[in-house]
């Protein structure tokens, strides 16, 4: 059972506008949300996280919001640049989980220069 | 580079053999986490150690188990090896969480099982 849910595979984007990718989860026990980038051949490397107790995490041209009562975040990235393309994770994690992450399948990301 | 380290980059065996794959976390990290990503397919986890303990089991199969050791770094034996075995497996690393913490992920090991 997919708790962690991205529901569009892929994404394009003219570089300089901004990049919106979103998450769905079910269980409403998670409290903290994290969004990965990954790379090909490579590992994935962490880029934001927002806790629950906020709705809005920003840092640079990332911004991560939450919507508790819809189950749904989304991350924005304002400008796209072509650096950017990559596929992007979201993951979930409950306190009561011992901080077991629940990731998402990706959405690949293609910046257009 | 994220601090945590995988070995080998590449593996290539037949079915039903056994591999071992091997993890170093960040220095200072107590957790360690196994993940498995196939084709098209999400990041699947499949068991956590805290310290030497596991702490917490996912999809893993019962051809595969793991340890942590003393020192902390950390091996994943998949057995009986069959095709669909093949994937990517990654290796990540967190700190004792407080208000929420990050996991830090290795290169990863690309197991290819012919």
């Known amino acids: 059972d997919q708790q962690v849910k991205q529901n569009s595979p892929s994404l394009s984007v003219q570089e300089g506008r901004i990049s919106i990718l979103n998450c769905d989860y079910t269980?409403?026990?998670?409290?903290?949300f994290l969004w990965y980038k990954k790379y090909p051949a490579e590992g994935p490397t962490f880029l934001i996280s927002?806790?629950?107790?906020?709705d809005k995490n920003e840092d640079g041209r990332f911004t991560v919001f939450l919507n508790k009562s819809a189950k749904h975040l989304s991350l924005h990235i304002v400008p796209s640049q072509p650096g950017d393309s990559a596929v992007y994770f979201c993951?979930?994690?409950?306190?009561?989980?011992?901080?077991?992450?629940?990731f998402g399948t990706g959405t690949s990301l293609t910046v257009i220069p | 580079d994220s601090g945590v380290t995988q070995t080998p980059k590449h593996l290539i065996t037949a079915t039903g053999q056994r591999v071992t794959l091997r993890c170093s976390p960040r220095?200072?990290?107590?957790?360690v986490y196994w993940y498995q990503q196939s084709l098209d397919q999400g990041l699947q986890f499949l068991i956590q150690?805290?310290?030497?303990?596991?702490?917490a089991k996912g999809n893993i199969l019962e051809r595969f188990s793991a340890q942590q050791f003393p020192d902390l770094h950390s091996e994943l034996n998949l057995s009986s090896l069959e095709l669909g075995d093949s994937a990517l497996y990654f290796c990540?690393?967190?700190?004792?969480?407080?208000?929420?913490?990050?996991?830090?992920f290795g290169p990863g090991t690309r197991l290819t099982v012919l």
């Open positions: 990540a690393s967190s700190p004792p969480r407080t208000s929420g913490d990050t996991q830090y």
């Open positions: 269980n409403s026990m998670f409290d903290y």
């Open positions: 927002i806790s629950s107790i906020k």
């Open positions: 993951a979930a994690s409950a306190l009561y989980t011992g901080n077991q992450f629940y």
């Open positions: 220095s200072g990290d107590l957790s």
């Open positions: 150690y805290y310290n030497g303990e596991e702490r």
